[in-house]
T-cell receptor, first 117, second 113 residues
Framework: GAVVSQHPSRVICKSGTSVKIECRSL??????MFWYRQFPKKSLMLMAT?????????EQGVEKDKFLINHASLTLSTLTVTSAHPEDSSFYIC?????????????FGNGTRLTVT | DQQVKQNSPSLSVQEGRISILNCDYT??????FLWYKKYPAEGPTFLIS?????DKNEDGRFTVFLNKSAKHLSLHIVPSQPGDSAVYFC????????????FGTGTQLKVEL
């Protein structure tokens, strides 16, 4: 089945530094990938849609200059948290739709636990 | 505005019994629905989906029921197994919406021996 790989699984960084998270579709091409964020005991909140060959689409309330998204190829999207602050600490998860037409289920990476100290 | 809601944050069931997880939605435009299972520190895993043209979809021990008039769906797991213990999220989407999903808040299922 479709596999999405996310790296790193866990990162700790200091305030003011930037962190890059990679999301790869391992055995299929993904022109679109999605970045979600999960707060403790909360739902998965869609942050942005990553589009290969064009700019990402951000959800309302998400700062595009803080969360930089680059869809470098048909199998790779990156999320860079710039000038990280403790309130950016969260669980970030990427996903990509299964290949094919119609309403394909999303396949998720294993997430990245970001802790900003 | 939480368009997809799971009002039970947790559920405890005995092994072998039926687990019923519920989900309500407010946006009548949603036309397909999915259930995901999530373990701690992992991404969600797709379980089962249903289109709004159906009211039931079954896959092994998992059955999803959809009641469009009530804007309600449920996931039945029978028989429940200890390995089913996880957080379950329901999600809803719009055909033509670019595969974007709106997730519920999740229900922690614990299957006890």
């Amino acid at each position: 089945g479709a596999v999405v790989s996310q790296h790193p699984s866990r990162v700790i960084c200091k305030s003011g530094t930037s962190v890059k998270i990679e999301c790869r579709s391992l055995d299929f091409q993904a022109t679109t990938m999605f970045w979600y964020r999960q707060f403790p005991k909360k739902s998965l909140m869609l942050m942005a849609t990553s589009n290969e060959g064009s700019k990402a689409t951000y959800e309302q309330g998400v700062e595009k200059d803080k969360f930089l998204i680059n869809h470098a190829s048909l199998t790779l999207s990156t999320l860079t948290v710039t000038s990280a602050h403790p309130e950016d600490s969260s669980f970030y998860i990427c996903s990509a739709p299964s290949p094919g037409i119609g309403n394909s289920p999303l396949h998720f990476g294993n997430g990245t636990r970001l802790t900003v100290t | 505005d939480q368009q997809v809601k799971q009002n039970s944050p947790s559920l405890s069931v005995q092994e072998g019994r039926i687990s019923i997880l519920n989900c309500d939605y407010t946006n009548s435009m949603f036309d397909y629905f999915l259930w995901y299972k999530k373990y701690p520190a992992e991404g969600p895993t797709f379980l089962i989906s249903i289109s709004s043209i159906k009211d039931k979809n079954e896959d092994g021990r998992f059955t999803v029921f959809l009641n469009k008039s009530a804007k309600h769906l449920s996931l039945h797991i029978v028989p429940s197994q200890p390995g089913d213990s996880a957080v379950y999220f329901c999600a809803a989407g719009l055909t033509g919406g670019g595969n974007k999903l709106t997730f519920g808040t999740g229900t922690q299922l614990k299957v006890e021996l």
